[in-house]
């Protein structure tokens, strides 16, 4: 029977695949396998199983210490084989973009990187990613015999779990240590931040006249407990960092409220922001077109809006 096999470099994430995976197996008659590398292997093996997984196949071999990606291709590319795996779906984290197209090479396969999603069709899996620069969005299927899809994080909704274990695969695994010599891990300057996880999120974009309102636009995300998030040119001028950035080149964010504060509403941010629950845009020129994907809009100014929606928070 074909295998369909999931990974990915953060937990979370993997869950999604395997999760989601079970039903695509379902669908297609295949079998659903996962793969636990690294030194953790053992632990999220059990993860796995418990959220879909058949079969979980645990790679612990030293050369996968630190999970370089050209040492995980080559791992996963022998667990494909070994697997019999007809898709292999793995997260378009950031390490997963860059290992989706080694482990293609490896496999013979095409790859399609950055879906938003995948659906059965037919006895194929269909993926669709933003293409033309978020313009648009380019729907395809894979026609080699192996096929590698990268899915975002987030894409696949969690269920109810069955705790239940996989059955602990060891494949035999001939791995050689990577030709990246790792030097040295430090954390990111600046302050750690997880937009994925955030609930409420506030994101500013270019309304704002100079870096040095920034704290206006931080005073309303402490009064609403909300994280801040940023459009692209607030990053390239170094006002906020890389982490900050909501949408196709940066977070998809999925929080219950997200208000954005002069941001016009381009495709390249809004693929970002699309999934949350309730959005709320501030802008001062009511034709901006946030305001077609806003549940409520305010037109006005943010150098108004801000600092009185804040103090009216702070009076709660
Ligand atoms: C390949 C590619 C990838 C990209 N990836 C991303 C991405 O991941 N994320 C992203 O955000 N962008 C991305 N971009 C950039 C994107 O195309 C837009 O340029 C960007 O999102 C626009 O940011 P903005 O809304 O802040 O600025 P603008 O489009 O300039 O809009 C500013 C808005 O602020 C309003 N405004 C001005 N002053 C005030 C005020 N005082 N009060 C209230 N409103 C005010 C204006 O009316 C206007 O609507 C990408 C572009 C490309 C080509």
């Not at 009064?223 to 692209?232: I, R, S, W």
């Not at 390239?236 to 196709?248: A, C, K, P, Q």
Request: hydrophobic fraction near 45%; charged fraction near 20%; charge should be negative.
């Amino acid at each position: 029977m074909a295998d369909i096999l999931v990974y990915s470099d953060l937990l979370t994430n993997a869950k999604e695949l395997a999760y989601a995976g079970k039903g695509f197996a379902a669908a297609l008659g295949m079998g659903i396998s996962a793969a636990a590398l690294g030194p953790n292997a053992d632990a999220d093996a059990a993860e796995l199983g418990a959220y879909g997984a058949d079969r979980v196949f645990v790679g612990k071999d030293p050369a996968l210490e630190g999970l370089q990606t050209d040492v995980v291709a080559e791992a996963l590319a022998q667990i494909a084989k070994e697997a019999g795996a007809e898709y292999v779906i793995i997260g378009s984290t950031r390490r997963g973009k860059e290992l989706a197209g080694r482990l293609a090479q490896k496999l013979g396969a095409a790859a399609v990187t950055d879906a938003g999603s995948v659906v059965v069709e037919g006895s194929d899996l269909v993926a669709s990613h933003f293409s033309y620069g978020g313009a648009t969005v380019a729907k395809e299927k894979v026609n080699t015999p192996i096929k590698v899809f990268a899915v975002m994080p987030k894409t696949f909704e969690v269920g109810d779990v069955v705790a239940g274990a996989g059955t602990v695969v060891t494949p035999s695994l001939s791995l050689t240590p990577s030709a990246v010599k790792l030097v040295e891990t430090k954390p990111k300057e600046g302050a750690a931040v997880n937009l994925d996880a955030a609930d409420r999120l506030v994101c500013i974009g270019r309304g704002l006249a100079k870096k040095e309102d920034l704290p206006m636009v931080e005073s309303l995300c402490a009064a609403l407990g909300a994280e801040m998030g940023c459009t692209k040119s607030l990053c390239d001028w170094e006002w906020l960092s890389e982490n900050r950035l909501v949408g196709l080149s940066g977070t998809k964010a999925k929080p219950t409220l997200y208000l954005s504060c002069g941001i016009s509403g381009q495709v390249q941010h809004t693929v970002g922001i699309g999934t949350s629950k309730i959005i709320v845009a501030i802008n001062k020129d009511d034709k901006a077109p946030i305001f077609a994907f806003a549940d409520y809009g305010l037109v006005g100014d943010i150098y108004a809006v801000v600092p009185a929606l804040t103090e009216a928070l702070k009076k709660k």
